[in-house]
């Protein structure tokens, strides 16, 4: 059972950082790509970065340059380092993960997404 743990969010005035950590557990096989999302309530869920297996990276435009995805494949474990944080970074951060999953046999069972729970970041004025 694949279980993704967030952590590091918090609240923080304008213009400070915040680090957050997304952990895999329960993995088979092969993460292949991980993110953050985030979503403001009443608002639709929006993609803030994600990383590929190969370190691909991807960004919204409202976050480049402030904010960076990295991954330790090691530990199974995603990292986003926000800077220069603004109000409107304000939002409910979401992990996800597409991972293929190996049987115990090696057999390929697939590729699944998955959410975390999600961790409160609040930027104060």
């Known amino acids: 059972q694949v279980q993704l743990v967030e952590s590091g969010g918090g609240s923080v005035q304008a213009g400070g950082s915040l680090r957050l950590s997304c952990t895999a557990s329960?993995?088979?096989?092969?993460?292949?790509?991980i993110g953050w999302y985030r979503q403001v309530p009443g608002n639709e869920r929006e993609l803030v970065a994600t990383?590929?297996?190969?370190?691909?990276?991807n960004y919204a435009d409202s976050v480049k340059g402030r904010f960076t995805i990295s991954r330790n494949n090691a530990i199974h474990t995603a990292y986003l380092q926000m800077n220069r944080l603004k109000p409107e970074d304000t939002a409910v951060y979401y992990c996800?993960?597409?991972?293929?999953?190996?049987?115990?046999?090696?057999?390929?069972?697939?590729?699944?997404?998955?959410w975390g729970p999600g961790t409160q970041v609040t930027v104060s004025a």
């Open positions: 996800n993960a597409v991972i293929t999953q190996i049987s115990y046999r090696g057999t390929n069972l697939g590729s699944f997404n998955y």
């Open positions: 329960g993995v088979t096989g092969n993460i292949n790509i």
């Open positions: 990383i590929t297996s190969s370190s691909t990276t």
